[in-house]
């Protein structure tokens, strides 16, 4: 199927500002079962100069600088992007000993996914959810994942929250309520407890009325004879066809959609609009 989304973002200064450079998070990456079809991006101001990059965890990203005073800043992308059935189990753990937790990672790849094995926010009570979790699927890996997945989903209640990072771990499964960024934290913070390389995903879910006005996020995780796979605790599902990713981190501070700063005294609204939907 195509998926076309419409991403834009309105913001407004109550006087003329000078913006410093902004960097955007908005370009979908292409994955072995979804490839893009059309992007645009447009910038209003237009600015000086746009430097594309490919940042240290292979995202695309873009960098605008500006010169002249301006009292908004607006961006409009559009895309399309072919996203494929495919079978989202149909892959082998090897060496074989992963399908049991706790694993451990061959050398070679340790060195590479150390950033996602960092421990942070995993508290004593995180991580007792998840041995318990795991414990329930007889330590089975790929069982332990969707469990979790499901479990997040069915029995913590999902609120709206624009703005702002994720909570941490422990306060959302303390409260038992959270967004899907504090979802993927806590399901990534999990994931950690138990030696599993986990990051953070942001991008767009077409399928869910709650989400096809917004961006999304999800956790990915890397299993030896899989590589990286999508797991959404908001949905309780692995993630198949109707994600289209944007960046990847193990820090969701690094990929946030925009991010910069203007100098001036003015104050700032920002307007979102997001639409997700199926195409030709």
């Known amino acids: 199927m195509i998926l076309n989304v419409s991403h834009r973002l309105f913001y407004t200064y109550s006087e003329s500002v000078i913006l410093e450079p902004h ?3 908005l370009y979908p990456k292409a994955y072995p079962h979804q490839q893009i079809v059309s992007y645009t991006m447009t910038i209003d101001p237009v600015p000086s100069m746009l430097v594309q990059n490919i940042d240290a965890e292979g995202n695309h990203q873009r960098i605008a600088y500006f010169r002249e005073a301006t009292s908004w800043l607006n961006v409009s992308v559009e895309m399309a992007v072919r996203s494929d059935d495919f079978n989202l189990f149909g892959f ?3 060496p074989f000993e992963t ?20 421990r942070e926010g995993v508290t004593t009570y995180v991580e007792q959810y998840a041995r318990q979790t795991a414990a329930s699927e007889r330590w089975k890996t790929v069982a332990f994942l969707t469990a979790l997945c499901r479990d997040i989903s069915q029995n913590f209640v999902y609120e709206r929250r624009e703005v702002g990072p994720p909570m941490l771990p422990e306060h959302t499964l303390i409260g038992r309520k959270g967004t899907c960024r504090d979802f993927a934290q806590l399901f990534v913070a999990c994931c950690r407890a138990l030696g599993i390389a986990a990051r953070f995903v942001s991008g767009y879910l077409y399928g869910n009325a709650l989400q096809e006005h917004d961006l999304h996020a999800w956790a990915e995780v890397f299993l030896p004879g899989a590589g990286w796979r999508g797991f959404d605790p908001t949905e309780g599902n692995a993630v198949i066809n109707n994600h289209i990713h944007l960046a990847a981190s193990a820090d969701p501070a690094l990929i946030a959609p925009v991010t910069g700063v203007f100098r001036g005294r003015a104050k700032s609204t920002l307007r979102a609009e997001v639409s997700v939907g199926e195409g030709i």
């Open 23 to 25: 960097t955007f998070y």
């Open 92 to 94: 082998v753990l090897f």
């Open 99 to 118: 399908e049991q937790l706790p694993f451990q990672y061959p050398e070679s790849l340790k060195k590479l996914l150390q950033p996602y094995l960092v």
